[in-house]
């Protein structure tokens, strides 16, 4: 944890300048607090379980950033409608991404961010020359938080739903058929062995009729000769 007049780190909700937050409130819980951070992009960011001391800390840092900066946001920023972004001129995406505090693993589960959004985001680094992706952070797999997600739309990847039903593709029955072991034995005849077990071993003929030993037609030891 770090809170100073420039900076307010807490691992792992948050972590960036006074500059991109633009106010903050606190209510008890129990015998800590719950505090509500709203960031300049208009997202909001929720730090449990902080004690009294630290909350005075946090909020005496902030009065002293704003006794000396020039940098707090105007009313015009304040209108800015949700999920936007204050854009540099130069630099990399991670400023960008800065914007939208840090990947937050308990809100891997929050729901997609409207695609209109993603796409504006897409869009917008691609103008500003952001689309190289070594200079962009990535989003962790399968993690849904609005910091992955956009992530995601910087590199053009899959969304964590897309990622997830790539890998739903591989059927259990295609990874059963990995498990033979295929060896061609005279012309258009296979030799079929399950690999964990030699004495299961079957003879699959491509010609006319096709057929297997086992006995039965369009058997898993057929298809699988067909499709290596």
């Known amino acids: 944890m770090n ?18 937050i633009s106010s903050m409130h606190a209510t008890p819980e129990g015998d800590a ?23 005075e800390t946090i909020f005496e840092a902030h009065a002293k950033y704003g006794s000396h900066s020039t940098d707090l946001p105007t009313p015009e920023q304040n209108s800015t409608p949700p999920v936007s972004f204050s854009l540099p001129t130069s630099g990399s995406g991670i400023e960008l991404l800065n914007a939208a505090s840090q990947h937050n693993p308990t809100q891997a589960d929050s729901p997609e961010l409207p695609k209109e959004i993603l796409e504006k985001i897409a869009g917008i680094s691609k103008v500003l020359g952001l689309d190289q992706a070594e200079h962009l952070p990535k989003a962790e797999p399968h993690c849904n938080c609005p910091y992955c997600q956009i992530a ?16 739903e593709i591989v059927s259990e029955e295609d990874l059963k058929f990995s498990n033979w072991t295929i060896e061609l034995s005279a012309d258009q005849l296979y030799t079929v062995t399950n690999p964990l077990d030699e004495n299961e071993s079957y003879s699959v003929f491509l010609g006319e009729p096709l057929g297997c030993t086992c006995g039965e037609k369009n058997c898993e030891h057929i298809r699988v000769v067909l499709n290596s």
Do not use: C
Request: charged share 25%; glycine share 2%.
């Open 3 to 20: 809170i100073t007049p420039q900076i307010l780190s807490i691992p792992p909700y948050l972590s960036t300048t006074w500059k991109n």
């Open 152 to 167: 995601r739309a910087f590199h053009g990847t899959p969304t964590a739903i897309e990622e997830k039903a790539e890998e």
């Open 33 to 55: 607090f719950k505090l509500f951070v709203m960031l300049a992009s208009r997202m909001r960011v929720v730090i449990p379980d902080l004690d009294k001391a630290t909350i």
